[in-house]
Every structure is written in C-alpha cells, then in structure tokens.
C-alpha cells in the first residue's frame, strides 16, 4: 500500500508562485513515475506535467516556462513548482503517484491553488 499526500497550495495574486509537494508512503520502491493534474472550474482533470521513471519530464504547453517538476528521490517526494501564476491557473491540483516495480498507482488528495487578479 502506498499513500500520497499532496501539499503546499494557497492563495496568491496573479504573478506569484507556489510551490506543491508530493510526498509518498509505504511501500515504495526507487521507480515510480509521478503526474501532476488539474481540475479547474468547469473543466475537466487535465494533466500539467508528468515524470517519467528516468526524471525526463514533460510539460504541458498551458504551462511550459512557467511550472517546473522535480523529484527528491530519498524523500519519496515531487514537487511543482508554479511561478508566473495566472488566474486561470486556478483549481485543485492532484498528484498522481506510479510504482513501476509493484504495478501500484496512487491519486493524492488534492491541493487548492487560486490565482486572484
């Protein structure tokens, strides 16, 4: 069993940034892919940025320049970090946590991020 724990969200005005983490635990081994996915008012979960097994991450277009994903590796923990934040960057923020040794995938709680203007 592994649990996920996702943290770090807040309020902030247009142009800050955040930093959210993902911490997992329980049996975890050293490969596991992460994602980062968003449910933003009236639209559907979209994913943000992902990292693979070897660290390659990808970004999705909405937030490339702006968002960067990072892994602590002995801490079980991803981070995103958020700058430039917009407005419509808004909503609940999940991590998404992959074992690739056990096959065991795990959806965090999410963490509210609101971008005032």
């Known amino acids: 069993q592994v649990q996920v724990v996702a943290s770090g969200g807040g309020l902030v005005q247009l142009g800050g940034s955040l930093r959210l983490s993902c911490v997992a635990s329980g049996a975890v081994s050293g490969h596991v892919a992460a994602d980062w996915y968003r449910q933003s008012p009236g639209k559907n979960r979209e994913q943000v940025a992902m990292?693979?097994?070897?660290?390659?991450?990808s970004l999705a277009d909405s937030v490339q320049g702006r968002f960067t994903m990072s892994r602590d590796a002995p801490k079980n923990t991803v981070y995103l970090t958020m700058n430039s934040l917009k407005p419509e960057d808004t909503g609940l923020y999940y991590c998404y946590w992959s074992d690739i040794d056990t096959g065991a995938s795990q959806w965090g709680q999410g963490t509210q991020v609101t971008v005032s203007s």
């Open positions: 990292m693979a097994s070897g660290g390659y991450v």
